[in-house]
């Protein structure tokens, strides 16, 4: 694969010997690139037309016509077609390279995880070590940037640090960077070299890294792509990250509804929320359920479970507010909040295409008061009938119930409350889930709130 030029002879071991040898090379290699170049001292055994025709040469010469000056031309014109070639081919798997790193970024969803990823991208383009440094800066209106945050850096660059004056004892890479920023586009300086990406919405990213050799123009060219498409790979990522926070908004602004009513709940569903994902988490670690735990359910889950009893916004307040008991009729009529909650979210949830927060938020409504053994409510469905995420929400729902004031009841001590859940595991619960709840409080591998809230800091 490394030959630029073959001279070959047409006559060798057999009279169309070197014919062989040019389909084997094209057709069984799938070398392409190099140039062949026929030779014959015999051309009545291999007509011009039909081998220039039939053959994939690139020049067909007489024996005798090769002077020196001749053979001279020949090689020269030759090698440079090869060179022509190869950097079409360079730029072709260039482009390919843009094409797939942006594909693997809209995939990614934190800023250091996408400026990362970057870098990577730029270290496959360019065929050297993945380092470099990523930056934003503030004050874009101005000539000059107020400040630079690093945002990402590898290699040789992750003891670079910024403040107001730039990047700390690199005055020539923070010069780069301003020019750069001045004239809103790339600096080529080797080796100082800045790139810079602009988006749609206020943020500017440079980018520098100091290749082993001075970028030509196809390079360049190459790279002014790539941040092109950087540019609208992070715009997407930029507004993949609004509309999460938008949805995530109205799960919040659905809970403060049932929050009105059942002012007690305020916290409980933030602690459901964390305690959710915890489990969630925990499950995938321990090999369960790998099928269902993808990375999609596990960003949601956590936010879908707040949502759990927002069918209690269709209760009359006279029976959710009731201190004391509630008779049969009265808890009839409270278990309605489960067909109700899981209507509300599914009909929400019809809005938006494929698996999103209201779909699981409503098999979570609908099935958190679901019995493992199958003689809880409204369906009376058992094992893994119960939806993955209600079987989850079922046993933190109860745990953190338990342990919280409520009209009705005391909060309970944690020993108390574990004994309860343990006794209620394969008949209420998931034992699954009990022992994935179980092993994060011997573990205390909760979030710090969680750990004062439940007392396992006095454990």
Request: aromatic residues 8%; glycine residues 6%; charged residues 25%.
């Amino acid at each position: 694969t490394d030959l630029a030029l073959i001279l070959l002879d047409v006559v060798m071991e057999t009279d169309d010997a070197g014919l062989k040898l040019v389909k084997w090379i094209r057709d069984e290699l799938g070398n392409n690139m190099v140039r062949i170049v026929l030779r014959t001292g015999q051309p009545g055994y291999a007509p011009e037309k039909s081998v220039i025709i039939d053959y994939d040469i690139n020049d067909y010469k007489l024996k005798t016509d090769l002077t020196a000056e001749k053979l001279f031309t020949v090689v020269i014109a030759s090698l440079r077609a090869y060179e022509s070639l190869w950097s079409l081919e360079e730029n072709r798997i260039g482009l390919m390279k843009i094409l797939e790193g942006t594909s693997s970024l809209y995939r990614i969803e934190s800023l250091k995880q996408f400026a990362s990823g970057i870098l990577d991208q730029i270290s496959l383009l360019l065929k050297q070590a993945p380092e470099g440094i990523l930056v934003t800066a503030k004050g874009m209106q101005a000539k000059t940037p107020d400040r630079l945050t690093i945002i990402a850096a590898t290699g040789l660059y992750e003891s670079f640090e910024a403040d107001d004056q730039g990047l700390i004892n690199q005055p020539t890479l923070t010069r780069n960077i301003a020019l750069a920023h001045k004239h809103q586009q790339s600096v080529f300086q080797h080796p100082h070299d800045v790139l810079r990406i602009p988006s749609h919405n206020g943020h500017t990213f440079f980018i520098y890294f100091s290749p082993i050799y001075k970028i030509d123009t196809a390079e360049q060219a190459l790279l002014e792509i790539f941040c092109e498409r950087m540019s609208a790979a992070y715009d997407n990522f930029h507004l993949f990250g609004q509309l999460k926070k938008s949805q995530e908004a109205s799960i919040v602004a659905m809970a403060s509804l049932a929050e009105h009513k059942d002012e007690d709940t305020g916290w409980h569903v933030l602690r459901v929320r964390d305690l959710t994902e915890a489990i969630a988490n925990e499950l995938l670690q321990t090999g369960h359920f790998t099928d269902e735990l993808t990375p999609g359910f596990l960003s949601k889950v956590g936010w879908a479970s707040i949502l759990h009893d927002i069918g209690k916004i269709g209760i009359k307040d006279s029976i959710l507010q009731k201190k004391g008991k509630l008779d049969n009729d009265e808890r009839s009529i409270m278990e309605t909040h489960a067909h109700i909650g899981e209507d509300i979210l599914f009909n929400a949830s019809k809005l938006i295409q494929g698996r999103n927060y209201f779909s699981i938020a409503a098999q979570i409504a609908g099935g958190h008061h679901e019995y493992f053994d199958g003689h809880g409510y409204p369906r009376g469905l058992s094992g893994d009938h119960i939806p993955l995420c209600a079987r989850i929400v079922a046993v933190v729902d109860v745990f953190d119930a338990l342990l919280s004031d409520r009209p009705y009841k005391t909060a309970w001590p944690l020993n108390q409350a574990i004994d309860y859940i343990i006794a209620r595991s394969s008949t209420q619960f998931d034992p699954r889930m009990v022992q994935a709840l179980l092993t994060l409080l011997k573990e205390k591998r909760l979030s710090p709130e969680l750990c004062e809230y439940y007392g396992l800091n006095t454990q």
